[in-house]
């Protein structure tokens, strides 16, 4: 009777696997030319600035308990800039890397993309349907923030990636 012994998996060391790259040769170039760069590179910060007001009037209206029309009014405008980031996002996504969501090198953040789309429209369902308490309707919008907060992140470090693993550029003196 001989005994085998089970085949052993076998992991790549750390040193010889390389995650993908953010960027191809040909996606940079893509996503370069692209007017959607500019596009994204513009809303990207105005969502920024529209969630630090509105969560400004989101806690004030949580634990203050006033505002509470301005805080609405703020986190409407701010879902309505997501959507079109998203939007806008998913066509540069197609044009950079054939797929309108969850090319490889933005997976995650498109899959983080989706929780924080449900969770700011859940808080739009339920301040226009009357749902819960106004807050219960805020701690959804606090939710929301706190995953668009993870997701923005999520973007800046994928950003500085990108941007250490460009190639450099010598310049002729």
Wanted: glycine share 2%; no cysteine.
């Amino acid at each position: 009777m001989s005994s085998l012994a089970p085949a052993q998996p076998h992991w790549p060391s750390a040193s010889k696997s390389r995650p993908r790259p953010v960027y191809t040769t040909a996606e940079r170039a893509r996503r370069d030319a692209t007017v959607w760069t500019t596009v994204q590179a513009v809303l990207a910060p105005l969502q920024f600035v529209v969630f630090l007001v509105s969560l400004v009037l989101v806690l004030t209206a949580l634990f203050a308990d006033i505002a509470h029309t301005a805080a609405a009014i703020s986190v409407v405008l701010k879902t309505a800039i997501l959507l079109t980031i998203m939007v806008t996002g998913s066509i540069w996504e197609k044009v950079v890397f054939g797929k309108f969501l969850f090319a490889p090198s933005f997976f995650w953040e498109d899959v983080v993309s989706m929780a924080v789309i449900v969770l700011h429209l859940a808080y739009v369902a339920a301040l226009f349907a009357g749902w819960g308490t106004t807050s219960d309707q805020l701690w959804i919008a606090l939710a929301a923030y706190v995953a668009y907060a993870v997701n923005a992140a999520q973007f800046l470090f994928k950003m500085v990636r990108a941007k250490r693993e460009a190639p450099t550029q010598e310049v002729e003196l």
